[in-house]
């Protein structure tokens, strides 16, 4: 039991870290509150001010009053001018709109009429609602108690002093209750608001990576044979006259699964899809279409292919891995200026890679 009311009270139902990351947020609630509440007692003690002059009965509290307005707009300044965002002005401000009720409900008790000191009371409910946490709420109102012992035991007859007094620490209470319950609201608030939002990044990430992998491969994150399909599909019935399609294939792959691993193979794998990207700047034109097969469908002349299939050799010449140096790619063209179909384009690119393919197998084996 004793746990659970510790709990309730500190707001250990919600974790540590949710608190302090939505804290800044309760708190910045909390000071709009305060900014609002100090000016509705500015334009309070003004009024009372403005009354002095021309009432007696006012002119005897004349001083609380600029006492009181003094601390109030205080109060505003900190939560307004300058770094408003600066959230540890909350207690200092709530502070001075306590101490200018405080002590003008005692000034007022002690010389005008003292049962206008319930208004003082029931007005305490309000500012300790500000305050975002319960042991501040609990700080305020025992200073309030020692404050008022401290004044108001000397100008009240006793009767006065122990109704006031009473009547205080109920109020007080309530509002330090009403104002627990209320941050905690906040901050359940404030929780649930920033988990959705969470929430909802995350099930937009996880969407977009479901997105991304329907259409490319993981492990080189090139298009895949499901984006290979719809590009071909879209070119079938549209071929720009400068369209080029090159089939390339690793060589030693199987021979590197065999002797050292398959790790050693998605090496050769991601590296030889390194050196497409290099020489094919733009990756939506290189295509993953099998195990260690790889499609490029690019606009250009066939000079141009030529420039990029050479600096492919070079590239993979130089490079360097794990378990292997250097990559070597098979590989075969054709281009639109020599056929007129795609499925014909598609063959004789496939061929010329098989034939390159066996060629260089021909030139190890001598």
Known sequence: MLKKIADELLFCSFGRADIMRVRPQVREKNLKFIRIWSAIQIVYWL?????????????????IYEVSFALCTAALILTVFPGSKQTWRILPAAIATEASLLCAGVFIARNLAPKTIMVFASVLLAPIMFINSTMQSAVIL??????FSLVGRRGMDPDTYGWTLTNMIIFSSVGALTGHFINKDRFERCIFAESAVRYAESAAKIAE????????????????????AEKLDALANDIPPDCCVIMADVNGLKAMNDTLGHEAGDELIIGSAECLKQCFKDTDQIYRIGGDEFCVIMNGSEKQVE???????????????????????????ASAEEFTDLD???????????EFKSNYYMKRQK
């Open 142 to 147: 025992l200073a309030d108690i020692i404050l």
């Open 307 to 333: 420039e990029r299939l050479r600096q492919m050799e070079e590239i993979g010449r130089r490079w360097k891995g794990e378990y292997a140096d250097g990559i070597s790619l098979s590989y075969g063209f």
């Open 47 to 63: 009024f009372c001010l403005c009354m002095s002059m021309r009432d007696e009965a006012y002119l005897r509290c004349r001083v």
């Open 344 to 354: 014909g384009m598609l063959k004789a690119a496939d061929r010329r890679m098989y």
């Open 209 to 228: 990576l479901q997105t991304k992998y329907a259409y490319y491969d993981q492990m080189t994150e090139l298009r895949n044979r499901r984006s290979y």
